[in-house]
């Protein structure tokens, strides 16, 4: 809720993509956690754990460890120990995912980028509960080939293996693994359904949320990820304590989906749809007027999830908008990726619907390019990523906060998207756009585009005030040196800003890093 009124506490942003591959505010995230672990194991390696009934004196230092509350082999204190740090870890696992965080916003870091940390903690947890399990495979094995022995418990000489049985203490390998009930403390029904719902997330979280299903078959991935609700309920029940670790993430998760659903359910007015269509290229754009009857509130380089029940119910979209928020509308324009897909369906809904559908809008969302604390801006877009450019843009010439020089290097592959939509005209408008002679800072546009399927390019004949290159850049990095080689900008001073194809973003990313530019990049590959 707070990141609803405090809309840009961005106090790492100038540091923010200084460090490596990953900005100051991940790192910080990064130390964080790492600390938080490695308390968590310090903290229950002295700890005195009660084991109940299950006391037993071994002389083997490298076995157990021996107190004056009772004994307990290291096996059983390391399987302890690695439990809680899965409390730790699944405590966490859904935080990412709030895309109303303030401390996305305070840290510098995208809610796309937080999506990353989100799988690394999710495969992580899966690994810490594989050796959970395993330790306590281990131990139950132990307990069968090391206690067939007397010693002195509880006062009198007994058989080890022979108490432990009789006080529901022994575990039975491998007929414990999946046993209901198990032989070690066969009361304890949780211990086999825990295994089960491992499984359960193993194929849920493992496989169907990989890359190559997440990419091709998003609705597999979507509606198996929801398995989530068997895998915390599980886990609350094989834990109790679990809980007070789960209330503080799934506390803001769930405030996180009230603020979404009530975004969700937003008035949208004045909505207009309009389609171009080749064979290479079919691009639905949709302009929102007003949401519920007010003007919409953005910044520059964010972007919306986008719902239209008549293509699906279910199914939310992100994408960049491209207006600047000084024009008080909403602009979105979409590329159809294929007949059977979302944005194939809507772009076919806008040729054949006679009257406006239902539009849902979620957002904004998103970390915005803060344009005016830089002296040099190099924007790199691939096709129809150009879209958080054209606002930044745009808001730059309507709004300028400081004297800055951009150069845009826009790869296409032909014209069409320049002259069958208005992001033509637009880019012909802000190219060049020089000082206008009084007190208002200079804010210089200079755009150059490649068509990567053209041998030659006839800059004159198109009509067109920037440039053209036939072909691709052939040395993006190179380019991107000469564009940005000025001895009195310094390399934190400069911005290097891209969207597009990750090939194309790959490189640009690359390009800058290696100069110590500042980088911001749209990737929506969740």
Request: net charge neutral; aromatic share 12%; charged share 15%.
């Amino acid at each position: 809720m707070l990141s609803q009124v405090w809309p840009s506490p961005r106090l790492f942003q100038r540091i923010g993509l200084a460090i490596g591959f990953i900005s100051a505010g991940e790192v910080l995230l990064l130390l964080w956690f790492l600390s938080l672990v490695l308390s968590t194991v310090a903290f229950w390696s002295g700890h005195k754990w009660q084991v109940g009934v299950t006391r037993y004196s071994v002389n083997d230092s490298n076995i157990c460890v021996t107190d004056s509350d009772g004994n307990t082999t290291k096996l059983q204190q390391w399987a302890r120990i690695v439990g809680q740090v899965c409390n730790i870890v699944l405590s966490l696992l859904a935080m990412p995912t709030a895309r109303s965080s303030v401390w996305s916003k305070v840290l510098g870091v995208s809610w796309e980028a937080m999506q990353v940390y989100h799988r690394v903690l999710g495969y992580t947890f899966m690994g810490l509960t594989l050796l959970h399990q395993l330790l306590w495979w281990c131990f139950w094995w132990w307990q069968q080939t090391m206690l067939d022995y007397e010693d002195v418990v509880d006062g009198s000489r007994q058989n080890i293996k022979a108490y432990c049985a009789a006080n529901d203490a022994l575990g039975d390998m491998p007929h414990d693994i999946l046993a209901v009930p198990q032989r070690y403390h066969a009361d304890n029904f949780s211990n086999p359904l825990i295994v089960l719902v491992w499984w359960t997330m193993l194929i849920c979280m493992g496989v169907f949320a990989c890359h190559y299903i997440r990419r091709r078959y998003f609705e597999l991935f979507y509606y198996t990820h929801h398995a989530f609700l068997v895998i915390y309920i599980g886990a609350l029940w094989h834990a109790t304590s679990l809980w007070y670790f789960l209330i503080s993430g799934l506390g803001l998760w769930f405030v996180d989906r009230l603020i979404r659903f009530s975004r969700g359910c937003s008035l949208v007015g004045e909505l207009k749809l309009t389609t171009t269509g080749y064979t290479n290229l079919k691009l639905t754009w949709i302009e929102i007027g007003t949401l519920d009857g007010l003007l919409p509130v953005f910044e520059q380089g964010q972007y919306c999830f986008i719902n239209i029940p008549q293509i699906s119910l279910l199914e939310w979209h992100p994408f960049t908008i491209a207006s600047a928020p000084s024009e008080g509308i909403l602009r979105f324009y979409i590329r159809a990726m294929g007949e059977q897909t979302w944005t194939g369906g809507l772009h076919k809904l806008a040729e054949n619907s006679l009257e406006a559908p239902l539009v849902n809008v979620d957002g904004p969302y998103g970390l915005a390019v803060e344009y005016w604390k830089y002296r040099r801006i190099v924007m790199v877009f691939g096709g129809i990523g150009v879209t958080p450019g054209l606002s930044v843009m745009e808001e730059m010439t309507r709004n300028p906060k400081g004297a800055v020089k951009v150069d845009c290097l826009l790869i296409l592959r032909d014209r069409h998207v320049l002259d069958q939509t208005p992001i033509g005209e637009q880019l012909n408008r802000i190219h060049n756009t020089t000082d206008p002679g009084d007190d208002t800072p200079a804010v210089v546009c200079k755009i150059h585009a490649f068509l990567t399927r053209h041998k030659r390019a006839h800059s004159k004949k198109w009509d067109y005030n920037f440039t053209f290159s036939a072909g691709r850049p052939s040395d993006l990095t190179k380019l991107i040196k000469q564009i940005s080689e000025d001895d009195t900008v310094e390399p934190a001073d400069t911005l290097v800003f891209m969207c597009g194809p990750p090939a194309v973003v790959e490189l640009a990313e690359k390009a800058a890093r290696a100069h110590g530019y500042q980088v911001h990049m749209e990737i929506f590959e969740l």
